[in-house]
């Protein structure tokens, strides 16, 4: 192979506001835990900060009491630089398919309030679940970041998701309007040369002024030489973690890679001297995550097993949870080997939420039960059925039928299947007492019990207020 250089400044987007400490500390970092370096953080001359969508939403609401739109909003008034968040197609931040009213108002009301870059993802690859989105990103002025979740498989010892498959994938969201593709590889299966070979492909494939964004973690130890490779290759942009809360189960993290690339072709201009107090602010947020038992080392680690099994770290975490609910903690490697096996007959999934979650909960009943499909989820029914979209190859047939019997498959759109639902939401939200912005309404409809419970802890937090200004006599003026 022959590696040509070019004069090519690679851009970077930062993960530690988002996926870092998701993947590392189960999302719990405090909108006060930003605050102290955010004018900082826009300093540094990133792509993006990624600092919203995936698992925040749920877990400020259900965790931390805050309000996502509120701290999406504190973020903006900081940030210059462009707020990326993660968004999982026609599912939004949740776990169902939601009707295209209510998608469409989510990502016009998430660019209004501050995110900018939108990677938007469907778990199943089906660019049917990203057309809604996708129009509504552009139609309220974000970019729009579609985006290819990387999955391998090998059948009858030949790999099935080919560079053609992921070519052609991109070009089809190319031609939805995506102004990026992400290259999504959630497990950190990527390998170096298989990245340098696919960047290569897509760079020859699509337009000039799409960007490539390229996305892995450091699991398996391999994530720094993918990039290098990739960047070799032609990418665009990277996603990378500062180091008190990079590698591992995160993303690469930041300060290698910058200075690898320092005085090179692909140089980032960025100052590492000007990341240095930022690193040692979030070394205070990691001692605290680690005291309060949240940040566990092993997600520090490496864990080849993930290249076996393809089994993501959060993935493996829910495993490990079930598993032991059940008093069945020793039967771990019997379910890594029996996720693969639940995969190939459910047409091979990419494994990312939710269709992590589907497999890895089947494969962990299969085992427990002693039997396989002795017992079906209803999710996995309904993947199987098509409920969730167009799986990326055929499943198994038999399984199917133990599965679904006679029941009719969907082949269209599932969320054709939808009627409106929007306004019901927020009739619903307003009878309820809990209505004070169009965003409640939004909250309520992802996580409806969750934002139910926040509701009520800040209508009581308000009363609290209202006692102690009565009390004390000063009201605000």
Not at 30 to 46: A, K
Not at 209 to 234: E, S
Not at 384 to 394: Q, R, V
Request: some cysteine.
């Amino acid at each position: 192979m022959e590696l040509k250089f070019d004069n090519r400044k690679v851009m970077l987007t930062e993960t530690i506001l988002r996926d870092a400490h998701q993947s590392q500390a189960a999302t719990r970092m405090r909108i006060e835990e930003m605050l102290p370096v955010l004018e900082q953080l826009d300093e540094i001359g990133y792509y993006s900060i990624e600092a919203w969508g995936g698992a925040t939403f749920d877990s400020c609401l259900r965790f931390l009491n805050e309000d996502p739109w509120e701290r999406l909003r504190t973020l903006k008034a900081h940030l210059k630089t462009p707020i990326q968040m993660l968004l999982r197609g026609q599912n939004l931040l949740g776990y169902r398919h939601y009707a295209d009213d209510v998608v469409e108002k989510f990502v016009a009301k998430s660019i209004e309030n501050g995110v900018g870059i939108v990677r938007v993802f469907d778990a199943l690859n089906d660019p049917r679940n990203l057309e809604t989105s996708m129009k509504a990103i552009k139609k309220y002025g974000g970019v729009c970041e579609a985006t290819i979740c990387y999955t391998s498989a090998v059948v009858d010892g030949k790999e099935v998701f080919t560079n053609e498959y992921f070519v052609n994938l991109a070009k089809s969201l190319e031609d939805r309007g995506a102004d990026n593709i992400c290259l999504k590889d959630m497990a950190n299966l990527l390998l170096p040369f298989k990245a340098y070979e696919l960047v290569k492909a897509l760079k020859a494939a699509l337009k000039p002024t799409t960007k490539i964004h390229l996305h892995t973690h450091n699991t398996t130890g391999t994530g720094d030489m993918v990039y290098l490779m990739a960047i070799l290759a032609g990418v665009d942009i990277v996603d990378t973690a500062l180091s008190p809360l990079g590698n591992g189960t995160s993303q690469p993290a930041t300060e290698p890679l910058v200075a690898t690339l320092q005085g090179t072709p692909y140089d980032t201009g960025i100052d590492i001297n000007k990341l240095l107090p930022i690193i040692k602010h979030f070394k205070t947020v990691e001692k605290r995550l680690k005291d309060d038992k949240i940040l566990n080392e092993k997600s520090k680690g490496i864990d080849v097993n993930t290249l076996l099994y393809q089994v993501p770290g959060g993935m493996l975490s829910n495993l490990i949870n079930q598993l032991e609910k059940a008093g069945k903690a020793d039967k771990l490697m019997e379910c890594l080997a029996e996720v693969p096996n639940v995969r190939k007959d459910s047409g091979y999934p990419p494994l990312v939420t939710p269709s992590s979650q589907i497999v890895g909960t089947q494969a962990v009943l299969n085992v427990v039960m002693g039997e396989r499909y002795k017992m079906i989820t209803k999710e996995t029914k309904d993947l199987l059925a098509g409920k969730y979209g167009s799986l990326p190859m055929p499943i198994d047939e038999e399984v199917a039928k133990k599965a679904l019997g006679n029941a009719e498959r969907i082949t269209c759109r599932p969320a054709d299947l939808l009627q409106p639902e929007y306004e019901e939401i927020k009739k619903k939200v307003i009878e309820l007492g809990y209505y004070e912005k169009e965003e409640d309404v939004l909250s309520y409809a992802v996580f409806e019990q969750v934002a139910e419970n926040f509701f009520k802890w800040r209508e009581a937090q308000k009363k609290a207020v209202d006692r102690d200004m009565a009390k004390s006599g000063v009201y605000p003026v």
